[in-house]
């Protein structure tokens, strides 16, 4: 897809959301059954059912997705695509490269090891290595919009409002 055509798919939505600007709100949704059988849950992906369990650091056994990994893979996920996305509209080629994220936890919080220890990360970083021959005031545009319209990003940097509810009897 290149500029041209990126903005024009574009065009009806955003002309959509400006002038009925409930229409952009979209409820996004994962499910995952518990069966069971052992400390794990099947999640639906859309593709495929990832089954998530612990990290060999909490007892797991390694054959089953970490949810930290799952978090992180979103974030590279869709930071590599938002890239994407603003490369094509600034009209800046970029032939391939690799988008990172890592995160540093400490297990003594998920395990309640010791209190003052958090229980999530601590840190987390992405980084993107490009084959690109964007000059440093692109590439620092490109980091700054790709930053500012990737969602998950943004949802880790700025943490939406919580709600959790649990209910019993219901199967």
Same mark, same amino acid.
């Given at each position: 897809? #290149? /500029?041209?055509?990126?903005? %024009?798919?574009q065009a009806p939505l955003k002309?959509?959301?400006?002038?009925?600007p409930e229409s952009a709100l979209v409820t996004l949704h994962a499910d995952a059954e518990l069966d069971g059988l052992g400390i794990s849950c099947k999640v639906e992906t859309g593709r495929a =059912?990832?089954? $998530?369990?612990?990290?060999? %650091? /909490? @007892? @797991? #056994?390694?054959?089953? $997705?970490? +949810?930290? #990994?799952?978090? &992180?893979?979103? &974030?590279? %996920?869709? %930071?590599? =695509?938002? &890239?994407?996305?603003? $490369?094509? +509209? &600034?009209?800046?080629? =970029?032939? @391939?490269?690799?988008?990172? $994220?890592e995160g540093d936890l400490d297990f003594r919080g998920t395990l309640a090891v010791a209190k003052d220890a958090p229980v999530g990360f601590r840190a987390i970083r992405l980084s993107f290595a490009l084959d690109t021959d964007a000059s440093e005031d692109e590439l620092a545009t490109l980091k700054?919009?790709?930053?500012?319209?990737?969602? =998950?990003?943004?949802?880790?940097?700025?943490?939406?409002?919580?709600?959790v509810t649990l209910s019993a009897g219901q199967g």
């Open positions: 897809m #290149d /500029t041209e055509e990126l903005r %024009a798919t002309d959509k959301y400006r002038e009925a =059912v990832v089954e $998530a369990g612990l990290h060999p %650091a /909490t @007892g @797991g #056994d390694g054959t089953l $997705a970490c +949810s930290g #990994d799952m978090l &992180l893979e979103a &974030l590279a %996920a869709c %930071a590599g =695509v938002t &890239l994407r996305a603003v $490369a094509t +509209s &600034l009209g800046l080629e =970029v032939r @391939g490269g690799r988008v990172r $994220a700054k919009l790709t930053e500012r319209y990737c969602v =998950v990003f943004q949802t880790l940097r700025m943490p939406p409002e919580f709600a």
